[in-house]
């Protein structure tokens, strides 16, 4: 088991713990060394390293970063930076902004498709006005009693092709490496094994993503089977990549896998972490 926790998200994002008790959390979960890694926000950074610093936990500044390459959405991981370099900060006060409009049309859209107050009911989940996010739309949903759970406000209005989905123009690869170089920080793709990307299309994004200047790909997380450690653990070592591992947790009952629950690295992989 591993007692390092590489992604996790909080209410400042799209979590339903606040930084302060997700740290807790991972701390009595047997976490050693964590990171806060909300989507497109550094908000919650502060108190959470406060609280891991209590707690006598090493703590790791942490995002994950919507990246838009050709037809797929990515997620790009950024460990270990200074937040208060003007690249990120300033990047990703853009890509937030684009989230208003975004939550707007998928509102509109869902009203079409017969979900009353979409937009007003899913901002009452989102404890942070400038991250509208789709599982705040899934737990409005659930609400009102549409669908069971989150997963199947997903399913069937959230996904491609289903009627509360928008295309959305997100950063940029090389942005995204960018910002998180030059603020002295680590890039990572985050849960490979989910995008919608055959071999060569897989072979192309790390090709690029070395290129840019990437440092590692996550090889155990939450959205990977079994099989796909294996898969991304021999992709990492064929384009000469590190390996990171995050549980991916949203909050309990709304995550695959629990903090403090993470398999070790496959053997012969380098860990990211080395050296933070
Ligand atoms: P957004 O950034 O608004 O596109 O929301 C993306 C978030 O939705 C992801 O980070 C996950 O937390 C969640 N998500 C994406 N796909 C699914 C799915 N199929 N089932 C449940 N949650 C999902
Ligand atoms: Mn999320
Ligand atoms: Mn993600
Ligand atoms: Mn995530």
């Given at each position: 088991m591993l007692d390092v926790d590489l992604h996790c998200h909080s209410t400042h994002s799209d979590g339903l713990l606040t930084p302060v008790e997700v740290v807790t959390r991972a701390f009595e979960q047997g976490v050693r060394m964590f990171a806060l890694t909300d989507h497109d926000d550094l908000s919650g950074l502060p108190q959470a390293r406060a609280?891991?610093?209590a707690h006598g936990l090493q703590f790791i500044n942490g995002v994950e970063i919507s990246v838009s390459w050709h037809d797929e959405t990515l997620h790009i991981v950024g460990l270990n930076f200074d937040p208060e370099h003007a690249d990120i900060a300033g990047g990703l006060r853009d890509v937030r902004a684009g989230r208003h409009e975004r939550a707007e049309r998928i509102a509109a859209d869902l009203e079409r498709?017969?979900?009353?107050?979409?937009?007003?009911?899913?901002?009452?989940y989102a404890r942070n006005p400038d991250l509208l996010s789709r599982p705040h739309f899934a737990r409005y949903m659930v609400e009102l009693g549409l669908v069971k759970d989150t997963q199947t406000a997903?399913?069937?209005?959230?996904?491609?092709g289903k009627p509360g989905y928008v295309e959305h123009v997100w950063a940029t690869l090389a942005q995204a490496v960018q910002w998180i170089s030059v603020a002295g920080g680590a890039a990572v793709i985050a849960h490979p094994g989910r995008y919608k990307l055959n071999n060569r299309q897989n072979e192309s994004l790390l090709g690029e993503f070395r290129d840019l200047g990437g440092t590692g790909v996550e090889v155990v997380t939450g959205s990977h089977t079994a099989d796909q450690y294996e898969t991304w653990a021999r992709y990492a070592q064929r384009y000469g990549l590190k390996a990171s591992a995050g549980s991916d947790f949203h909050g309990p009952g709304?995550?695959?896998?629990?903090?403090?629950?993470?398999?070790?690295?496959?053997y012969g992989l380098v860990p990211v972490w080395e050296g933070f």
């Open positions: 609280t891991a610093e498709a017969g979900v009353a107050g979409a937009l007003a009911g899913a901002k009452r997903f399913k069937r209005y959230l996904t491609p709304e995550s695959y896998l629990d903090m403090g629950k993470l398999p070790d690295l496959p």
